[in-house]
């Protein structure tokens, strides 16, 4: 079936850059989604990118997709501590729209 | 504009007993889907309603869980009887109707249930 892959944990130092690698199996995909997650809180959608592009660009945020090597990464510029979360990568799946979810990787940004 | 509330925030209960978890969409989403974090695992799907109607149960582990949303408005997610495999944080999520094709696509999630059986 349709398989969403990502590293477990990332630690970076507060300024640096983050990125978030994730690969999924799905060729027909039509949109990737970044979900982020704060203790105890729900899902926050971060950005999304059509199959279609490249790159997708908000503010501190840089998503990136290579369709061919179906990789996904999310570059988060000037890490902050507040960017201290769990980050989901998702597919979506199926015919009905269901999201199909990463593991999600755990960021730790160090002061 | 109010967001995707889910009720309780976290519940206890016995191996055996019966728990009923509310979602209550972003006003105006015809979809509503459930999907399920057990411990260490990825969030799966459980299903998914258009309205009132269920269009996508695939994901719905066993007949102990019934998913209803009546009116089309809220939904309710029974299990019934629980077990201790059922422990986990239970998300409900929202998006508008089908005949948008970008909006369609963007789902917004609650804060999810925790659920413990012991």
């Known amino acids: 079936g349709e398989d969403v892959e990502q590293s477990l944990f990332l630690s970076v130092r507060e300024g640096d850059s983050s990125v978030i690698n994730c690969t999924y199996t799905?060729?027909?995909?039509?949109?990737l989604y970044w979900y982020k997650q704060e203790p105890g809180a729900g899902l926050q959608l971060l950005t999304y990118?059509?199959?279609?592009?490249d790159m997708k660009q908000d503010q501190r945020l840089t998503v990136l997709l290579n369709k061919k090597d179906k990789h996904l990464s999310l570059r988060i510029a000037d890490t902050q501590t507040g960017d201290s979360a769990i980050y989901f990568c998702?597919?979506?799946?199926?015919?009905?729209?269901?999201?199909?979810f990463g593991k999600g990787t755990k960021l730790s940004v160090k002061p | 504009e109010a967001g995707v509330t889910q009720f309780p925030s976290h519940s206890v209960i016995e191996k055996g007993q019966t728990v009923t978890l509310r979602c209550d969409p972003i006003?105006?989403?015809?979809?509503l889907y459930w999907y399920r974090r057990v411990m260490g695992k990825e969030i799966k799907f459980l299903l998914h309603?258009?309205?009132?109607?269920?269009?996508?149960e695939s994901g719905m582990p066993n007949n102990r869980f019934l998913a209803e949303r009546t009116g089309g408005t809220y939904s309710t997610l029974k299990v019934q009887p629980a077990e201790l495999e059922d422990s986990g944080v239970y998300f409900c999520?929202?998006?508008?109707?089908?005949?948008?094709?970008?909006?369609?696509?963007?789902?917004?999630f609650g804060a999810g249930t925790r659920l413990s059986v012991l």
């Open positions: 309603f258009v309205k009132e109607s269920k269009q996508d």
């Open positions: 006003s105006g989403h015809d979809n």
């Open positions: 799905d060729s027909s995909s039509t949109y």
């Open positions: 999520a929202s998006s508008q109707d089908q005949s948008d094709r970008i909006a369609k696509n963007i789902q917004y």
């Open positions: 998702a597919d979506r799946g199926g015919s009905q729209g269901n999201l199909i």
């Open positions: 990118i059509f199959s279609n592009m």
